[in-house]
T-cell receptor, first 113, second 119 residues
Framework: AQTVTQSQPEMSVQEAETVTLSCTYD???????LFWYKQPPSRQMILVIR??????QNATENRFSVNFQKAAKSFSLKISDSQLGDAAMYFC??????????FGKGTRLSVIA | EAGVAQSPRYKIIEKRQSVAFWCNPI?????LYWYQQILGQGPKLLIQ????????DSQLPKDRFSAERLKGVDSTLKIQPAKLEDSAVYLC?????????????????FGEGSRLTVL
C-alpha cells in the first residue's frame, strides 16, 4: 500500500525567511500525482501545489515551490518570503489516479514575526 | 463559485447515540469524498462517490457508519452507534474528475469540516 511520511511534526520560520517541509512516499507506480495541501486553523484545507510524476520540471506557484526527486521518492515544499498567513498545517498527499488520495500526518508550520 | 458546504460545524454526543453530517459539493462536481481526520493525523478516506455510485468504501466501518448520495448531489454520513474513537473532524471534499471512473488527477475542494466529540 502507498504510504506518505512527513517526518517533521512541527516547523517554525521567521517572517520573510525560507522554510522547507519534507515528504517522502512509497509506491511501485511509475505515474502518479503528488500534492501539498494547507489547512489553516479552523478553516478548510486548500491546495497549495501539485506535481505530476511524469513531469521532470518542479512545480512552482508564486512563493511555493517543490523539489521533486522521483528516484528518492521525495517531495519537499519550499516556502519563500514566509508570511504570517502561511501559518497552518501542511499535508503532503499522493495518488496514482485510481487510488484514494493518501495523506501524511502533517507538519505544523509556525511563522514568527 | 460557492464552495463545499458542510453542517453541522460542531456536534457533541454521548457514546452509543447517533449523528448525521450533511455535505453539499461544488456544483457540477461528480466525485464526492468523506474523510475522517483524527486529531494529530492526516485525513483518512471513508468513502468516495462518483455521481450516486460508491467507488471506494473499503475503509468505512460499515457496522456503524453509513453514507448515501441518492441524487448524485448532496450526501449524508451517519454514525450509529457512536464510539469514543469516532471523535474527529469529518471532512467532505469534491472534485471534477476528467478520466472516467473516479480517477483523480486534479484538486480536491474541501469543506470546513464537522467536528464530532463523543463523550
Amino acid at each position: 500500500a502507498q504510504t506518505v511520511t512527513q517526518s517533521q511534526p512541527e516547523m517554525s520560520v521567521q517572517e520573510a525567511e525560507t522554510v522547507t517541509l519534507s515528504c517522502t512516499y512509497d509506491t511501485s507506480e511509475s505515474d502518479y500525482y503528488l500534492f501539498w495541501y494547507k489547512q489553516p486553523p479552523s478553516r478548510q484545507m486548500i491546495l497549495v501545489i501539485r506535481q505530476e510524476a511524469y513531469k521532470q520540471q518542479n512545480a512552482t506557484e508564486n512563493r511555493f515551490s517543490v523539489n521533486f526527486q522521483k528516484a528518492a521518492k521525495s517531495f519537499s515544499l519550499k516556502i519563500s518570503d514566509s508570511q504570517l498567513g502561511d501559518a497552518a498545517m501542511y499535508f503532503c498527499a499522493y495518488t496514482s489516479g485510481n487510488t484514494p488520495l493518501v495523506f501524511g500526518k502533517g507538519t505544523r508550520l509556525s511563522v514568527i514575526a | 463559485e460557492a464552495g463545499v458546504a458542510q453542517s453541522p460545524r460542531y456536534k457533541i454526543i454521548e457514546k452509543r447515540q447517533s449523528v448525521a453530517f450533511w455535505c453539499n459539493p461544488i456544483s457540477g462536481h461528480a466525485t464526492l469524498y468523506w474523510y475522517q481526520q483524527i486529531l494529530g493525523q492526516g485525513p483518512k478516506l471513508l468513502i468516495q462517490f462518483q455521481n450516486n455510485g460508491v467507488v471506494d468504501d473499503s475503509q468505512l466501518p460499515k457496522d456503524r457508519f453509513s453514507a448515501e448520495r441518492l441524487k448524485g448531489v448532496d450526501s449524508t454520513l451517519k454514525i450509529q452507534p457512536a464510539k469514543l474513537e469516532d471523535s474527529a473532524v469529518y471532512l467532505c471534499a469534491s472534485s471534477s474528475n476528467t478520466l472516467g471512473r473516479g480517477l483523480l488527477t486534479g484538486e480536491l475542494f474541501f469543506g470546513e469540516g464537522s467536528r464530532l466529540t463523543v463523550l
